[in-house]
């Protein structure tokens, strides 16, 4: 339940409450289904983890093939060789 931070806080960084509330949704099935491969026990709610990430620029949000929010591409890269590693092993 988005308390802090919350879409409003978001929005300028994304563009509208609209796409703000597609890219908090898309992540945390993101991060959802990467609960459900590493067999996770975390509890937290899985919004609340998307909307901190967007808002401390964690995550990255891209609308229509362009940057909102830019990527760390350090962590990306890191990121990127572990989801190869997990469909490799589906």
Do not use: H, W
């Not at 409003?8 to 609960?35: D, F, H, S």
């Amino acid at each position: 339940m988005l308390s802090n931070p919350n879409v409003k806080q978001i929005m300028p960084k994304v563009g509208n409450r609209y796409e703000t509330a597609l890219a908090i949704a898309k992540r945390a099935r993101n991060i959802e289904k990467r609960r459900v491969l590493e067999g996770s026990t975390d509890i937290r709610d899985a919004v609340d983890i998307a909307a901190e990430e967007i808002a401390t620029e964690k995550s990255y949000v891209r609308i229509n093939g362009q940057f909102v929010v830019e990527p760390n591409l350090e962590e990306d890269i890191v990121d990127i060789e572990n989801l190869k590693k997990d469909i490799i092993k589906e």
